[in-house]
């Protein structure tokens, strides 16, 4: 436990501005996760998008706005000097780690909101058990896949990055 802090500690003592980068990267990552979970809720929650099916698109929907918006914010906050990088050459990149982000997260979703809403029906209401459910299994997927599209952007979507 001990070595692992101080590799923790030794990276970010010898890069700066990579803990400052994951730092703002935590806060549009927040801003992604408000629009994802928003957008999933109302469509859950007020559309009535409530089979595995209809929670797994509605769940797409949600991940697509955010991701959107993911784009943007790195291009322009995180990373501005990809600025001068062709969008046609960057943003695909950045789609198809964020298509296994996508990926992930669906796996990661799909296999927990099914398990936190039986755990939930024994004692809540039907759809508040969905509600909870499909929030927790949220949290969980987006707590992994940060990770991920953390890493994999930085080191070859952004990679010219110094």
Known sequence: MKSAFGSIYSFAHARPMEIK???KFGI??????????????????????????????AK???????LTSNFIWNRYWIYPET???RKRVI?????LVNAGGWALNLVIFGF????????????????AAQLLGINAAQVCAVAVVMFWNFFV???????KVV
């Open 60 to 66: 797409t929907i949600s991940f697509s706005l955010a």
């Open 83 to 85: 600025r001068t990088e």
């Open 153 to 159: 952007n930085r080191y070859w979507t952004f990679r």
């Open 21 to 23: 980068r994951f730092i």
């Open 91 to 95: 943003a695909p990149k950045f789609a």
């Open 28 to 57: 549009v990552g927040l801003i992604g996760f408000t629009i994802d979970t928003t957008t999933l809720n109302l469509l859950v929650g007020l559309a009535n998008m409530n089979t595995t099916f209809l929670r797994l698109a």
């Open 112 to 127: 927990l909101s099914g398990i936190f809403i039986s755990i939930f029906s024994a004692w809540l209401e039907p759809q």
